[in-house]
């Protein structure tokens, strides 16, 4: 910024001479004038000064682009006339991608089958019944229903001399040309089966048969006996 000094004109000589009312207000108004033409002066003089930087600003960033763009424009020329050599960067491997298969669903899991129960164990069979022969027991035997069937004891003597021809009081007695069976000789042996089921081991079971079928058709056993006597069968 320049500074002004405002200094007073001198007076001429060729200058009217004013009284002194007229003195004090042309002295006044010329002092007004100067000042206004200082401020006038210094104001223009600022703003042209600001202009001034502000161009100067201007070009200096327009000076700067311009080199900028200058050593881009080089750097450019530059790539351009010397290109990377290929080999530089190496090759990166053909990568084959392979697409993944899907993972198959997992298999579910056999339902383990109910346990069966146990098969109950067979019922052991029975013993196979063995036949008794017992002369003895089963003569005692006869004589103890002798009156079941109202007969006298002496028929006894004659029951044990029919049978004993007959079988000779065994309970498995089989008449190899007939096939009659046990003490009583029935013929056939199922014909017992009416007395029991086990009539081939049970010398009750063929005694109960046997007296009850010498009632039926002798009434006695001393009559049973006698018709074995004279036909050697009964």
């Known amino acids: 910024m320049f500074k002004f000094l405002a200094q007073p004109r001198p007076k001429t000589e060729s200058a009217p001479q004013a009284g002194p009312e007229t003195g004090k207000i042309s002295s006044f108004g010329r002092r007004a004038a100067v000042v206004a033409a200082s401020c006038a002066l ?79 164990a067979p019922a052991p069979k029975p013993a196979p019944v063995v036949a008794v022969n017992d002369p003895a027991g089963a003569q005692a035997y006869a004589a103890s229903e002798l009156g079941n069937y109202g007969w006298a004891p002496d028929q006894m003597q004659c029951l044990k001399t029919l049978w004993t021809k007959e079988s000779d009081w065994t309970t498995t007695a089989t008449n190899p040309s007939s096939g009659a069976y046990g003490i009583v000789q029935s013929l056939p042996a199922e014909k017992m089966a009416s007395a029991g089921a086990d009539y081939r081991t049970n010398y009750r079971t063929q005694i109960n048969w046997g007296l009850d079928y010498i009632q039926e058709r002798y009434q006695s056993p001393c009559g049973a006996l006698n018709f074995h006597l004279s036909n050697n069968w009964y």
């Open 42 to 120: 210094l104001v223009g003089v600022g703003a042209a000064g600001q202009a001034t930087e502000t161009s100067i600003r201007v070009a200096a960033t327009e000076t700067q682009a311009a080199k900028a763009q200058s050593n881009l424009s080089i750097e450019k020329s530059e790539i351009t006339a010397n290109p990377a050599p290929k080999s530089a960067a190496p090759a990166l491997p053909d990568i084959n991608v392979v697409p993944q298969a899907a993972e198959p669903a997992p298999a579910p899991k056999p339902v383990p089958a109910p346990k069966r129960a146990p098969a109950p």
